[in-house]
C-alpha cells in the first residue's frame, strides 16, 4: 500500500473551493437549530446566541482539508458519505428515529417476500384477508385492520435494506431527512463504519487508510501540512468552531477578547468534550454544590412554608403611589399567573390603606382568565378602577421623563448606590411579593411533583424580611471576597436600560435579596468544590435564570432567562426561581459528550489582531451583528472577575470594549484588516481562512473585499447556506443565511488592473463559475434525480468569482488596494469595487434563466419582472423558503418585494398569486404597476373575470405605447405562466391569450 508522504497534498486545491453540498448543509443546519436545547452546546448556557451550527463547522474543515481529483462528482459523493448525507447513512439515521413503520414501507415498496421482514396481525380465519399471502405489494393503504410488525429475528442489514429502498422512493434531501436524526445523535462508528472502503479507494493514490474521521483528518493534514492541521478560530464567541474542529480530529486554538465567550468555549472543549471519568468528577462536585447550598437555605428556613413545602417559584411585581389619588398600585400587564392552571391573581382595594390586597385564585374559567389579561399596566399606563372610576395616567409623568440640556432623557427614578440591593420606601418604584409557586411536601423527590399557587401570607413576608436582614448585613462582606458584584454598570447602548428605567448603577441591582443570596452560596460552594472551573460555568448559566430580568411564562408556569434574546430588559413583573428549582435544572440535559480528553487543543483571551499560528482560520467576525456581547457579558463578568478559578484566572476579566471589533464604518474596517492581516501572516502559505458573516446586501461585498485586500487575501469560493429560522423576536418572519467564504493568500507580485479591463475578466469568470456548477446539476440530477446546487447557490458563485477576479489585483486603477480598502468612505460614495460587484451581480443573474422563459426575453426584462418569473420557476420545484425571495430580491435591485408577495412565513413564503392582486399593487406608482407584466396581470385578471379576449388585448394596446414591439416579450412570458402557474384556472386564460396574441394581424394587415 502506498504510503503517507508528508506534503504530498501541498498545493492542491481544497475541495471546497470547488463544490459544497450548501443545500443540504442549509438544511441540517436549520435542524440543528431548531433542536434548541437538543443542541450539543446550548446546554452550557443559550445566552450567548452566535453559536454557527456544528454540522457547518464540520463541512467546512473537510471541505478545507479534502483534495481535488479529476472526477469532481466522485469528490462530492465522498464529501456527502463523510456528512452522513448518502442513502445509506440516511438509512441508518431513519433508523434509530424510527418514524418510518413497516406498514410505511408496505405502501411504498414492491415485496417480493415480505414475511421475511414482517409480521402481522391477522388470524387465519379473519374473512378480511381471505389469502394474507396473497396480498399486493406495495400494500393499498386502505388496508384497514392490517396491522405490520417487524419481524424480530429480521437481522439490521436487512432492516436497513428496506429503509434505503424506501428512502430511495422520495424526492427531495429534505423530506427524506426530516425522517432522521442528526447526524451527531447517532453512534459514530456505527453510521460511518460502511463509508471508509470508498474513502480509502478513492485517495489510494496518496495512502489514505482511515476507519474514523479522526484518523482521516490526521492523514490529510500529513498530506497538506506535515502534521495534524491545526484550526483556530480568533472570535471563537460560544466555542462551537474549536470544538467541531477537535471533535473530528484538528488541533483546535481558541481566542477571544471576551472572557465570558473563553469560558464558555473552555467548557464545550473540557465539559461536553471530557471523558467518561472526567464527567463522574464533574458530577460528583456539582453533587458537592447542590448539597452544600440546599443544606444552608434548608437551615435557614427561607423556602419552606411551616406544613414543609418547598417554594419553585416566586412572583413578584413593581408598586408605585399612584400621583393622583396617593393610592399604592401593584403594576402589572396582566394578571395570569398559570392558563394552564387556569390561576389569576385578583387585586382587592383596602380602604384603611390605600393600597390593594392580591389573592390568588385557582381554577378559573376562560372568562376570568381573558378578564384578567388586563392588568393594571397597559400601553404605557397605570390604569385601575376604584368605586367604579377609571384612573389613568402615563407612565412617563409618574416617572418624570423629561429631555436633559444635552438632548438625552433623564427621569426622576432614585439612582442607586453600591451599597443598595432593594427599593426604598420613598422610591418611585418598590418591589411587592405577590404569589408563590408551592410543591407538596410529600411530591418534593417525585419525577413529577404536585405544584400550586398561593396568595402571599405573613409568614411569606417574614422570610422575605428575613432573606433582606441577611442580604443587609452581609453584602459589603460579599462584595469584599468577590462572592457578589461590586462592579458599576458602563453606559452603553445595551447597559443604559437598567439605569434609565430602574435607576439601577452597579450589576448586583439586578438580583433581589432571595437571588443574591443563592447566587453568592453558588459560586461560594462552586469555589471551594474539586472542579471550580466547571462549576464556576454552570453558577454563570444559573445567574441568567436567577435575575430580576426574568419574565414570569404564564404557558410554562416558570420564569424566562434573562437572555432569551440579547437585551438587559426589567420587567414590570418577574418570576424568581427557588434554590430548589434553579439547582434541579442546572446540569447540561441531554448534553451529546464527545471524549476530546487526547485531542490538542487551547483557549486564550487575546485580540484578533494577535492570532496563534494556524493551518486553517475558521472565524464568525462581529460584523452585521446587532448583539453587544462587549456590553451585554458585563452582566457575568461582573460576578467573577474578582476570584476566577485556574485556567480562567489566565484571563483578563474585563469585557475591553474599546479593543472590540465592533459596528461598521471606516474604523470596523481598519480592525478587520488588522485582524486578518495578522491571522494571513500565522498561516502557511497553502493555509485556508474560512468568513462566516451574514449576508446584507453589495455594500457588505465592497467592505469584506477592502478587508481581505488589505489583508493581503483572495477569495476562492463562496456558498451561501440559510442557518437560522424565524422566531417569534424576529418581526416579519425570515431566514436569516450565513455567506461561507474561502480564502488564500494572494500571489506574490504585482498584479494592476483598470476598471474596463476588470469587468469583461469578472464577467468571463462568472460565467465560467456558474456554467460549470450548472453541467454538474446536470450530472448528478439524472442520476440521483435532485441538483447539488439551487439558485441561491449559483447566486453566490457568482459573487464568489467577482471576488475571485477582483481580490487577485494589487493595484486598481493605478492605486494600491490596501490603500484604497482603508481609505475613509464619504456618505453615499459608491466606489468601483461597489460598481463591479454589482456587475457580477447582474452577470450571474442574467445567466440563471428561467426555465421556459428565452434568454432574449430575460434580457429584456426588468428587475421586478425577473424578480417575479424567476420565483414563480422557484416555486414549482417546492422551495418555500423566504431567504430566497430576499437574496433574489436584493440580487434585481428591488425596491420592495413584499408588494408581490403572498406571505412572508419564514418557511412557507409564496408570492402573490395573478387573482390575488389588488388594484393598489398594480398602480403606476408600484414597481410592478409601472412595467407591461403589470399591465398583462390586470388583462388575465380580466380574462378570469370572463371578460372578452379581443376587449383585454385592445386594453394592452392602449396602455403600452410600444405594443408591437414588445408582443413576442408578452406571448413568451403568457407561455410561462400557462405552464408555472400553481392554478388552473390562471393557466387556461394566459394559453387563451397567448393563442390571441399569437394570431394577430400587425397592423396595417
Known amino acids: 500500500m502506498t504510503q503517507l508522504t508528508p506534503f504530498a497534498l501541498k498545493d492542491a486545491p481544497a475541495l471546497i473551493e470547488a463544490v459544497f453540498p450548501a443545500q443540504k448543509v442549509s438544511f441540517e443546519a436549520q435542524k440543528e437549530r431548531k433542536a434548541n436545547l437538543g443542541q450539543t452546546l446550548t446546554g452550557l448556557g443559550s445566552y450567548w446566541k452566535g453559536r454557527k451550527p456544528l454540522i457547518l463547522v464540520r463541512a467546512v474543515v473537510l471541505g478545507s482539508l479534502l483534495p ?9 459523493e465522498i464529501f456527502e458519505l463523510l456528512m452522513a448525507f448518502d442513502d445509506q447513512s440516511l438509512a ?23 414475511w421475511d421482514s414482517f409480521s402481522h396481525n391477522i388470524k387465519v380465519d379473519d374473512d378480511r384477508f381471505p389469502e394474507i399471502n396473497a396480498l399486493a405489494f406495495p400494500l393499498n393503504p386502505d388496508s384497514s385492520g392490517l396491522k405490520l410488525r417487524w419481524r424480530r429475528d429480521i437481522e439490521e442489514k436487512d432492516k436497513l435494506h428496506l429503509l434505503t429502498l424506501f428512502l430511495g422512493q422520495i424526492k427531495g434531501y429534505e423530506e427524506k431527512s426530516l425522517l432522521c436524526k442528526r447526524p451527531e445523535e447517532v453512534d459514530q462508528g456505527w453510521l460511518y463504519e460502511h463509508i471508509w472502503p470508498t474513502i480509502n479507494k478513492h485517495y489510494v493514490s496518496y495512502g489514505v487508510n482511515a476507519s474514523s474521521h479522526q484518523e482521516l483528518i490526521e492523514q490529510l493534514g500529513i498530506l497538506k501540512y506535515g502534521r495534524r492541521p491545526k484550526v483556530a478560530d480568533t472570535f471563537s464567541g460560544g466555542g462551537s468552531i474549536p470544538f467541531e474542529a477537535a471533535r473530528i480530529g484538528c488541533d483546535a486554538i481558541a481566542s477571544d477578547l471576551n472572557p465570558v465567550a473563553c469560558m464558555l468555549t473552555w467548557g464545550a472543549l473540557n465539559i461536553i468534550g471530557a471523558s467518561e471519568d472526567k464527567r463522574k468528577e464533574f458530577s460528583q462536585a456539582q453533587e458537592y454544590v447542590y448539597i452544600k447550598v440546599d443544606e444552608a437555605i434548608t437551615e435557614l428556613q427561607i423556602e419552606h412554608d411551616s406544613e414543609g413545602n418547598r417554594a419553585k417559584s416566586f412572583l413578584y411585581c ?34 384603611e390603606t390605600k393600597s390593594f390586597q392580591i389573592d390568588v385564585i385557582s381554577d378559573c374559567s376562560k372568562s376570568e382568565l381573558k378578564a384578567a389579561e388586563n392588568g393594571t399596566v397597559q400601553n404605557g399606563f397605570l390604569i385601575y378602577t376604584l368605586n367604579g372610576k377609571e384612573y389613568k395616567n402615563p407612565l412617563k409623568t409618574i416617572r418624570g421623563d423629561r429631555k436633559g440640556p444635552d438632548g438625552k432623557w433623564l427621569n426622576s427614578l432614585r439612582r442607586w448606590d453600591k451599597a443598595d440591593f432593594r427599593y426604598l420606601d420613598t422610591d418611585i418604584y418598590r418591589d411587592r411579593l405577590y404569589a408563590i409557586h408551592w410543591v407538596d411536601k410529600d411530591t418534593i423527590d417525585s419525577t413529577r411533583p404536585i405544584t400550586f399557587f398561593k396568595k402571599v401570607t405573613e409568614a411569606d413576608l417574614a422570610r422575605e424580611e428575613k432573606v433582606d436582614r441577611i442580604v443587609h448585613e452581609n453584602l459589603a462582606n460579599w462584595q469584599e471576597q468577590g462572592l457578589v458584584p461590586d462592579m458599576e454598570i458602563e453606559p452603553g447602548d445595551k447597559t443604559d436600560e437598567p439605569t434609565r428605567t430602574r435607576g439601577w448603577t452597579y450589576w448586583h441591582h439586578l438580583f433581589n435579596s432571595r437571588q443574591l443570596l443563592i447566587q453568592k452560596l453558588i459560586n461560594e460552594y462552586s469555589l ?8 464556576t460555568v454552570y453558577a454563570a448559566k444559573v445567574a441568567d435564570w436567577n435575575n430580576k430580568c426574568c419574565h414570569w411564562h404564564t404557558g410554562w408556569d416558570k420564569p424566562e432567562n434573562l437572555f432569551y ?16 428549582f434553579l439547582l434541579s435544572q442546572w446540569g447540561l440535559g441531554n448534553a451529546r459528550y464527545s471524549d476530546l480528553s487526547k485531542t490538542n487543543f487551547q483557549v486564550v483571551t487575546r485580540e484578533a489582531k494577535n492570532p496563534i499560528p494556524a493551518d486553517i482560520f475558521i472565524t464568525d467576525p462581529p460584523y452585521a451583528d446587532a448583539v453587544m456581547y462587549h456590553e451585554i457579558t458585563e452582566f457575568f463578568i461582573a460576578w467573577f472577575r474578582k476570584y476566577p478559578p485556574k485556567p480562567f ?11 472590540a471589533v465592533k459596528g461598521s464604518g471606516n474604523d470596523f474596517r481598519k480592525g478587520m484588516a488588522e485582524s486578518y492581516s495578522a491571522m494571513t501572516k500565522k498561516m502557511p502559505d497553502n493555509g485556508m481562512q474560512c468568513v462566516m458573516f451574514t449576508h446584507q446586501d453589495t455594500g457588505v461585498w465592497s467592505d469584506m473585499i477592502g478587508i481581505f485586500w488589505a489583508a493581503g487575501l483572495q477569495v476562492v469560493g463562496a456558498w451561501y447556506i440559510a442557518t437560522e429560522t424565524s422566531t417569534e423576536l424576529k418581526k416579519g418572519g425570515y431566514v436569516q443565511g450565513t455567506v461561507i467564504l474561502m480564502l488564500r493568500k494572494r500571489p506574490s507580485g504585482e498584479n494592476a488592473g483598470f476598471k474596463q479591463r476588470l469587468l469583461p475578466a469578472v464577467r468571463a469568470e462568472v460565467k465560467h463559475q456558474i456554467e460549470t456548477m450548472m453541467h454538474l446539476n446536470d450530472e448528478v440530477k439524472d442520476k440521483m434525480g435532485e441538483p447539488v446546487f439551487n439558485d441561491s447557490d449559483l447566486q453566490m458563485a457568482g459573487y464568489a468569482a467577482a471576488l475571485k477576479v477582483l481580490t487577485s489585483y494589487t493595484h486598481i486603477g493605478g492605486e494600491d488596494v490596501t490603500a484604497f480598502a482603508l481609505r475613509p468612505r464619504t456618505k453615499g460614495e459608491v466606489t468601483v469595487v461597489d460598481e463591479i460587484v454589482q456587475q457580477a451581480a447582474e452577470a450571474a443573474n442574467s445567466l440563471l434563466v428561467p426555465e421556459g422563459l428565452t434568454t432574449d426575453t430575460w434580457q429584456k426584462l426588468s428587475g421586478i419582472q425577473r424578480f417575479y418569473l424567476r420565483m414563480m420557476d422557484i416555486e414549482t420545484t417546492g422551495a418555500a423558503k423566504l431567504d430566497n425571495y430576499q437574496n433574489f430580491a436584493k440580487a434585481f435591485r428591488v425596491e420592495d418585494y413584499a408588494r408581490v408577495m403572498g406571505s412572508m412565513a419564514a418557511n412557507k413564503a409564496q408570492l402573490k398569486r395573478i387573482p390575488e392582486f389588488t388594484s393598489r399593487d398594480l398602480t403606476e406608482s408600484n414597481e410592478i404597476g409601472s412595467t407591461w407584466l403589470g399591465h398583462l396581470i390586470i388583462g388575465l385578471q380580466q380574462l378570469l373575470a370572463e371578460a372578452d379576449p379581443q376587449a383585454v388585448i385592445s386594453q394592452l394596446q392602449a396602455d403600452l405605447p410600444d405594443f408591437m414591439e414588445i408582443r413576442a416579450l408578452l406571448i413568451d412570458v403568457l407561455t410561462f405562466i400557462e405552464n408555472k402557474a400553481p392554478e388552473k384556472a390562471t393557466r387556461d386564460v394566459a394559453e387563451v391569450l397567448g393563442a390571441r396574441l399569437r394570431n394577430m394581424r400587425a397592423l396595417g394587415n
Not at 481535488?68 to 462530492?76: A, S
Not at 403594576?331 to 382595594?349: D, E, L, Q, T, Y
Not at 471551594?528 to 462549576?535: D, I
Not at 484566572?649 to 479593543?659: H, I, P
Open 68 to 76: 481535488q481529483t479529476d472526477n469532481t462528482e466522485k469528490d462530492l
Open 92 to 114: 441508518k439515521r431513519a433508523l434509530i428515529q424510527n418514524l418510518i413503520k413497516p406498514k410505511d414501507i408496505a405502501e411504498k415498496i414492491n415485496l417480493h417476500n415480505p
Open 318 to 351: 413593581l408598586e408605585t403611589t399612584c400621583p393622583e389619588t396617593g393610592w399604592r398600585i401593584p403594576m402589572s400587564p396582566s394578571w395570569v399567573i398559570s392558563k394552564n392552571k387556569g390561576v389569576i391573581a385578583k387585586v382587592i382595594p383596602n380602604i
Open 528 to 535: 471551594s468544590s474539586s472542579e471550580p472551573a466547571c462549576m
Open 565 to 580: 434574546n440579547q437585551a438587559l430588559d426589567p420587567f414590570i413583573n418577574y418570576g424568581s426561581r427557588s434554590s430548589y
Open 649 to 659: 484566572d489566565e484571563w483578563t476579566w474585563d469585557s475591553r470594549r474599546a479593543l
